[in-house]
C-alpha cells in the first residue's frame, strides 16, 4: 500500500528567507518552485536521498498554510506517503474508520494527486496520500 515517505512538508514564512540553509547549509538539490493557485501556497521541491522535502510558503493570508503558521510556527506540516491507486487508498483508509480531510484526490503541487487523512485520525499527524501519475519517484 505504502511504497515510501514521498516528501516531508514543511510550512514556512519565505522561501526567501529558508532555502538558503537547504540549499547552502545542507547542500540539497533544488529540483523546481511552483506556485500552486489552488491552494495559495508557493512550494519549493528539495532532493534529500530517496525522499524530497516540500516547502510551504503561503500566498495568501487565507492559506491553511499562512493559517498553520500563524496558530503553530513555522515547522513540519505534513507527511506525504507514496502510494498507488489513491481512490482505492481513500476507500480503504475510511473503511478502516480513517477520517478523510479529502473525501476524493485533487491535484496538488509536481501533478501529484492528493489527498489528506485527518490528524485525529492519525495521533495528531497530517498525512498526505499522494500518488504520482506516469512519473518516476
Known amino acids: 500500500m505504502i511504497k515510501k515517505i514521498d516528501h516531508i512538508g514543511i510550512a514556512v514564512k519565505s522561501l526567501e528567507n529558508t532555502l538558503p540553509f537547504y540549499t547552502d547549509v545542507l547542500n540539497l538539490p533544488l529540483l523546481a518552485i511552483e506556485v500552486v493557485d489552488s491552494q495559495k501556497v508557493k512550494v519549493a521541491f528539495l532532493q534529500a536521498g530517496q525522499t524530497k522535502i516540500e516547502l510551504l510558503e503561503p500566498t495568501s493570508e487565507e492559506s491553511t498554510i499562512a493559517k498553520f503558521i500563524e496558530k503553530r510556527g513555522e515547522g513540519i506540516h505534513h507527511v506525504a506517503l507514496g502510494v498507488d491507486s489513491i481512490e482505492e ?49
Open 89 to 137: 487508498r481513500i476507500t480503504e483508509m475510511k473503511e478502516k474508520g480513517i477520517r478523510m480531510i479529502d473525501e476524493q484526490s485533487r491535484l496538488g503541487a509536481g501533478g501529484a494527486h492528493i489527498a489528506f487523512m485527518h490528524p485525529k485520525s492519525a495521533s495528531g499527524v497530517l498525512y498526505e496520500l499522494c500518488e504520482k501519475k506516469g512519473m518516476k519517484g
